[in-house]
């Protein structure tokens, strides 16, 4: 009797659990053909809990064109408008001070990720160039062994780096005809397809990876990806789990899976977990961490650390904090918001500013109003100085802008330049925000062209708003009245 030959999976066929079943009984396979067969009726399982899983979100299925779905983010409380879009250059990050800054991941995935999970990641010009000059190495290796499987593989992984996706499919491909038990090849494979949007063959890719290797990491998590943007959540949370409890400090798993428990109303845990992620240093945590606590969701609100974990994630360029410090910036100085949230607005900046003094406790304080970054200055601490005086002004210090004014124009040593743009950057963006002390000196420097080209007319538009004789006597001043 003839065999009848299973058709191989791939994502324009799918097949019927019995006929499988049914191959193996009739043809009474040995050990290795029973095994290769279970593993074809696993991953059909597999692929068919994924497919369920995508179809029974009707909005997905509807779509031909599918996207991922979006994150979908705590929103403010309807009163808080959010604020009109700035210039990007507009949203310099105030550096941190030296106890502030993220702990490093202590394991990084074996295969370059972005944290955005279709996207590869950025490389800088040194990194480009250093992964230029490894795939020339990597391309000899091959020319020099073209049936050694891990050379291939490596390549694929170059290619991979520098965007290549094409030649990276088709080295993992002959690195799986050379070794076709590999896992890691699989995974590879899997995580290209990603890139390339191929969400269903990169699933069964990764699930091969998972059957060859269900200690591997990095494939538990990927699977977790394509799940979440297939919509299928449960089985994504599922995956994320799996990567989690194979390596505990795992911390894009952390704030992977923080994103699914939060997107199925698990608000507790996934606050639990997006801290971890974000004191780790990933700043799409830190920005989520800083709404949670705005909002109180998983945690007990508070808007002191809402602001403490967003000013980490603008030290990274996170530009969704950037602009929600900037509207709680403008909640706290807007006459037109209700005296109460302004109010709980301004005393959030100022415990912030004082929770900064808890890390110097040798540093005298003898008033509320004095600002850590001068007497840091004071005592000799150039370096924790600055960075402070720029959390402090970002954080509405009065003390500490004037401070800053003053060193725009002498500069101070090598740590300031004359007229940094540092400085120029922090005075537009909170003078956007309604900052009164910012206003004034941005029009003197646009008035007297201090490091700028002068524009009058510019400066006069910058004090809008401000009280007609108070308005007056700044422009006096900048002509020399």
């Known amino acids: 009797?003839?065999?009848?030959?299973?058709?191989?999976?791939?994502?324009?066929?799918?097949?019927?659990?019995?006929?499988?079943?049914?191959?193996?009984?009739?043809?009474?396979?040995?050990?290795?053909?029973?095994?290769?067969?279970?593993?074809?009726?696993?991953?059909?399982?597999?692929?068919?809990?994924?497919?369920?899983?995508?179809?029974?979100?009707?909005?997905?299925?509807?779509?031909?064109?599918?996207?991922?779905?979006?994150?979908?983010?705590?929103?403010?409380?309807?009163?808080?408008?959010?604020?009109?879009?700035?210039?990007?250059?507009e949203h310099a990050s105030p550096e941190l001070l030296p106890h502030e800054s993220p702990l490093p991941s202590s394991e990084a995935p074996p295969v370059p990720l972005s944290t955005d999970m279709h996207q590869l990641p950025e490389l800088l010009p040194h990194e480009q160039e250093d992964a230029v000059?490894?795939?020339?190495?990597?391309?000899?290796?091959?020319?020099?062994?073209?049936?050694?499987?891990?050379?291939?593989?490596?390549?694929?992984?170059?290619?991979?780096?520098?965007?290549?996706?094409?030649a990276a499919l088709d080295e993992c491909r002959m690195a799986l005809k050379l070794k076709s038990n590999n896992a890691r090849a699989y995974l590879q494979l899997g995580v290209t397809l990603m890139a390339k949007?191929?969400?269903?063959?990169?699933?069964l890719a990764l699930m091969?990876?998972?059957?060859?290797?269900?200690?591997?990491?990095?494939?538990?998590?990927?699977?977790?990806?394509?799940?979440?943007?297939?919509?299928?959540?449960?089985?994504?949370?599922?995956?994320?789990?799996?990567?989690?409890?194979?390596?505990?400090?795992?911390?894009?798993?952390?704030?992977?899976?923080?994103?699914?428990?939060?997107l199925t109303n698990q608000h507790n845990e996934a606050a639990q977990l997006m801290e971890n992620a974000a004191i780790g240093g990933i700043p799409q945590a830190q920005y989520f961490m800083g709404n949670a606590y705005r909002n109180g969701q998983g945690v007990e609100k508070n808007l002191t650390l809402a602001i403490r974990w967003w000013i980490k994630a603008v030290e990274f360029g996170q530009q969704r904090a950037a602009e929600a410090l900037s509207q709680l910036r403008r909640l706290a100085l807007s006459s037109d918001q209700a005296e109460r949230r302004r109010h709980d607005a301004i005393e959030a900046f100022r415990q912030y500013?004082?929770?900064?003094?808890?890390?110097?406790?040798?540093?005298?304080?003898?008033?509320?109003?004095?600002?850590?970054?001068?007497?840091?200055?004071?005592?000799?601490?150039?370096?924790?100085?600055?960075?402070?005086?720029?959390?402090?002004?970002?954080?509405?210090?009065?003390?500490?802008?004037?401070?800053?004014?003053?060193?725009?124009e002498t500069g101070l040593d090598t740590r300031l330049a004359?007229?940094?743009?540092?400085?120029?950057?922090?005075?537009?963006?909170?003078?956007?925000?309604?900052?009164?002390?910012?206003?004034?000196?941005?029009?003197?420097?646009?008035?007297?062209?201090?490091g700028v080209t002068q524009d009058l007319q510019k400066a006069k538009a910058i004090l809008k708003g401000l009280p007609k004789q108070e308005m007056q006597e700044i422009l006096d001043e900048i002509v020399g009245r």
């Open 353 to 408: 500013r004082d929770e900064l003094w808890a890390d110097y406790p040798e540093t005298a304080r003898t008033n509320p109003s004095d600002s850590l970054g001068v007497a840091l200055l004071k005592g000799s601490q150039a370096s924790n100085g600055v960075t402070a005086l720029f959390a402090e002004a970002y954080a509405l210090s009065e003390t500490a802008h004037d401070e800053l004014a003053h060193l725009y």
């Open 197 to 203: 949007q191929d969400r269903h063959e990169a699933a």
């Open 133 to 166: 000059i490894a795939l020339g190495e990597l391309r000899n290796a091959v020319r020099l062994s073209p049936d050694n499987a891990d050379d291939r593989l490596k390549l694929a992984q170059g290619l991979y780096r520098i965007g290549d996706l094409d």
């Open 418 to 450: 004359q007229f940094d743009k540092r400085i120029l950057t922090y005075c537009s963006t909170t003078a956007a925000d309604g900052f009164t002390p910012s206003k004034k000196t941005l029009a003197r420097i646009y008035g007297k062209g201090l």
């Open 208 to 262: 091969e990876a998972i059957m060859l290797d269900p200690e591997l990491t990095q494939a538990h998590y990927s699977l977790g990806n394509v799940q979440h943007s297939l919509g299928n959540l449960t089985a994504a949370i599922q995956s994320y789990r799996r990567a989690l409890e194979l390596q505990p400090n795992f911390l894009d798993a952390h704030y992977r899976l923080a994103l699914a428990l939060k």
């Open 1 to 89: 009797m003839s065999q009848r030959v299973p058709q191989r999976i791939s994502s324009g066929y799918r097949h019927e659990f019995s006929d499988i079943l049914q191959f193996i009984l009739e043809n009474r396979l040995g050990g290795s053909q029973v095994l290769m067969r279970l593993r074809l009726l696993l991953l059909t399982l597999l692929f068919a809990s994924l497919t369920t899983g995508f179809l029974a979100h009707s909005s997905f299925a509807q779509t031909p064109g599918y996207q991922p779905p979006p994150i979908v983010e705590s929103p403010p409380p309807s009163s808080e408008t959010a604020p009109p879009p700035m210039p990007t250059d």
